[in-house]
């Protein structure tokens, strides 16, 4: 009996001890996890030690997008703490929440072997609402820095930004101090790591890229290039306006052969102040509504080429056409105008032909003494090149400007029929 009490006092006592020891060793376990800064510390040994499905374990994703741990993972390696040999952490502020918990929030600078910063980042630390055991405080650290917020990415404007396959909303626009021409996104969170970005926009190519949101805000606008639908719609502007362009240079030639020899000739204030065809000039505002008075320029020193004193006399429109054409274009300008206009320089080369009918004379006297004469349609034709600056908004393309020689009266006019 008594070596049953023995052992029976034994075995309590064998018990007793475990017991002791296993909740001391219960408690230095989880002690750190109930102070705020050894809490962090203790995290932050994992990050450096790159051990991080324990580092996974001592998260509070309670306030941010849920992560797998693949994703967590992607995103400490992507703030790159596993460089570093140690870490000095500063305590910024010790608040509490609108839902009533406990935050302490930290700035940590992470150093290399030297001591040089490497990475800084913020840290917040959030007491849970269960306690260790039911008697100690719990403390883990949020997932925010795992994230990137309020990431700004800019693209030409009227784009359609996707980030990873989602369209990005336009409430994350923003309004001011952004260039006009272009739409600027401010992604309030994003996962650190990589995104896929697609833009899409009416006139410039696609553009797929793949974002590294810690390296911080982004413009892709200057990566984008113009479609082929854009240039070669370009490419019929300057066609158009240049059959505008001769043709007025004839009829403006015509009104002031009229006007000269007293005929009456209508005032058009708009496009030309002796066109005569209302018209015409409608169609000249529209297509130069920017650089009229250059256009008008160019216009009459054409006219008077085609009506030279020692040429022939009392020419009629016909026809003009512009072919065999080659366009060459700048890279796209986002200027900062009240039109949010994309714009691009084109040069354009090209073969012309303007076909007038004239009165041409023959060489021969006719029985009265004066010149014999005869109508004929005489063609001028060559190749020359003109310079376009041309932008895109309101859903259409416009010209601001355009630089144009006056096309010189063809040695071979039978070159083209």
Same mark, same amino acid.
């Given at each position: 009996?008594?070596?049953?009490?023995?052992?029976?006092?034994?075995?309590?006592?064998?018990?007793?001890?475990?017991?002791?020891? &296993?909740?001391?060793?219960?408690?230095?376990?989880?002690?750190?996890?109930?102070?705020?800064?050894?809490?962090?510390?203790?995290?932050?040994?994992?990050?450096?030690?790159?051990?991080?499905?324990?580092?996974? %374990?001592?998260?509070?994703?309670?306030?941010?997008?849920?992560?797998?741990?693949?994703?967590?993972?992607?995103?400490?390696?992507?703030?790159?703490?596993?460089?570093?040999?140690?870490?000095?952490?500063?305590?910024?502020?010790?608040?509490?929440?609108?839902?009533?918990?406990?935050?302490? @929030?930290?700035?940590? %600078?992470?150093? +290399?072997?030297?001591?040089?910063?490497?990475?800084? @980042?913020?840290?917040?630390?959030?007491?849970?609402?269960?306690?260790?055991?039911?008697?100690?405080?719990?403390?883990?650290?949020?997932?925010?820095?795992?994230?990137?917020?309020?990431?700004?990415?800019?693209?030409?404007?009227?784009?359609?930004?996707?980030?990873?396959?989602?369209?990005? &909303?336009? /409430?994350?626009?923003? #309004? #001011?101090?952004?260039?006009?021409?272009?739409?600027?996104?401010?992604?309030?969170?994003?996962?650190?790591?990589?995104?896929?970005?697609?833009?899409?926009?009416?006139?410039?190519?696609?553009?797929?890229?793949?974002?590294?949101?810690?390296?911080?805000?982004?413009?892709?606008?200057?990566?984008?290039?113009?479609?082929? /639908?854009?240039?070669?719609?370009?490419?019929?502007?300057?066609?158009?306006?240049?059959?505008?362009?001769?043709?007025?240079?004839?009829?403006?030639?015509?009104?002031?052969?009229?006007?000269?020899?007293?005929?009456?000739?209508?005032?058009?204030?708009?496009?030309?102040?002796?066109? &005569? @065809?209302? #018209?015409?000039?409608?169609?000249?505002?529209?297509?130069?509504?920017?650089?009229?008075? +250059?256009?008008?320029?160019?216009?009459?020193?054409?006219?008077?080429?085609?009506?030279?004193?020692?040429?022939?006399?009392?020419?009629?429109?016909?026809?003009?056409?512009?072919? @065999?054409? #080659?366009?060459?274009?700048?890279?796209?300008?986002?200027?900062?105008?009240?039109?949010?206009?994309?714009?691009?320089?084109?040069?354009?080369?090209?073969?012309?032909?303007?076909?007038?009918?004239?009165?041409?004379?023959?060489?021969?006297?006719?029985?009265?003494?004066?010149?014999?004469?005869?109508?004929?349609?005489?063609?001028?034709?060559?190749?020359?090149?003109?310079?376009?600056?041309?932008?895109?908004?309101?859903?259409?393309?416009?010209? +601001?400007?355009?630089?144009?020689?006056?096309?010189?009266?063809?040695?071979?006019?039978?070159?083209?029929?």
């Amino acid at each position: 009996m008594r070596v049953v009490r023995r052992l029976l006092v034994k075995f309590v006592i064998l018990v007793l001890v475990v017991v002791v020891f &296993g909740g001391a060793s219960y408690l230095v376990h989880y002690y750190p996890q109930s102070v705020p800064e050894s809490a962090l510390e203790s995290y932050l040994t994992l990050l450096i030690e790159s051990d991080t499905e324990k580092a996974f %374990e001592q998260l509070d994703q309670s306030e941010n997008t849920e992560m797998t741990l693949a994703e967590y993972e992607t995103a400490v390696q992507s703030k790159k703490y596993v460089l570093c040999e140690s870490w000095q952490m500063e305590e910024i502020s010790s608040r509490e929440g609108a839902n009533g918990d406990s935050y302490v @929030d930290y700035h940590v %600078e992470f150093l +290399d072997a030297s001591g040089n910063v490497l990475v800084e @980042d913020d840290f917040t630390v959030r007491k849970q609402s269960e306690a260790i055991f039911g008697l100690m405080a719990q403390w883990k650290v949020l997932a925010s820095h795992c994230m990137v917020t309020n990431l700004r990415v800019t693209v030409p404007a009227g784009s359609t930004l996707y980030l990873d396959g989602e369209e990005v &909303g336009t /409430s994350w626009l923003v #309004e #001011e101090e952004s260039n006009s021409s272009k739409d600027c996104y401010e992604i309030p969170s994003l996962l650190a790591g990589s995104a896929d970005v697609v833009i899409r926009n009416p006139i410039l190519e696609s553009y797929e890229a793949t974002l590294e949101t810690v390296d911080g805000d982004v413009d892709y606008s200057e990566q984008m290039t113009l479609k082929e /639908s854009a240039t070669s719609a370009c490419e019929e502007l300057a066609v158009e306006a240049l059959k505008q362009i001769y043709q007025a240079a004839v009829l403006e030639g015509l009104d002031t052969e009229d006007a000269e020899s007293g005929s009456e000739s209508t005032e058009d204030s708009v496009n030309a102040e002796n066109s &005569g @065809d209302a #018209e015409e000039n409608e169609v000249l505002t529209a297509l130069f509504a920017a650089c009229l008075d +250059d256009v008008q320029e160019i216009i009459e020193s054409q006219s008077e080429e085609f009506y030279r004193e020692n040429m022939v006399t009392h020419p009629e429109f016909e026809s003009v056409g512009i072919y @065999d054409y #080659e366009a060459e274009f700048e890279e796209p300008v986002f200027a900062d105008d009240e039109n949010g206009s994309i714009t691009t320089v084109m040069t354009f080369a090209y073969r012309y032909i303007v076909r007038n009918t004239e009165r041409v004379e023959t060489g021969e006297i006719w029985a009265d003494g004066t010149n014999a004469w005869q109508y004929q349609i005489v063609p001028y034709t060559g190749r020359t090149t003109a310079e376009f600056t041309l932008s895109w908004y309101e859903e259409a393309w416009h010209i +601001d400007s355009v630089t144009l020689s006056v096309i010189p009266e063809s040695e071979d006019t039978n070159a083209i029929e």
